[in-house]
């Protein structure tokens, strides 16, 4: 038996249309809130080459082109994620440049 704020007169379907439309209004607010534009993603896309040279002249190359590669390596998983999904073409290829460097956006 499921307990309502409402007690024993409590609608189910009523309390569930609630509960959903409250669900839609939270990841709605949370799409808002992580989304990240192309602008962060550019400069994403600099930090990391940026990083990735500065690391492999002060310490070694290798480790420069593994942090580059780590990144591209993200990035190709994602794309493969975004066409297992269904999403092809140019907007595959933009979903997964913002998923991988939108992170700037917080900088």
Do not use: K
């Amino acid at each position: 038996m499921q307990q309502w704020p409402e007690g024993r007169a409590a609608e189910s379907e009523a309390a569930r249309e609630g509960y959903e439309s409250d669900m839609r209004a939270v990841r709605a607010e949370m799409r808002e809130a992580t989304r990240a534009d192309m602008p962060a993603a550019h400069f994403g896309v600099g930090v990391v080459l940026a990083t990735g040279v500065v690391l492999g002249l002060s310490t070694h190359p290798v480790f420069g082109g593994l942090l580059v590669g780590g990144f591209c390596a993200l990035f190709l998983t994602t794309l493969a994620v975004m066409f297992v999904r269904g999403v092809r073409g140019v907007d595959a290829c933009r979903r997964s440049y913002r998923f991988t460097f939108g992170w700037a956006n917080w900088i």
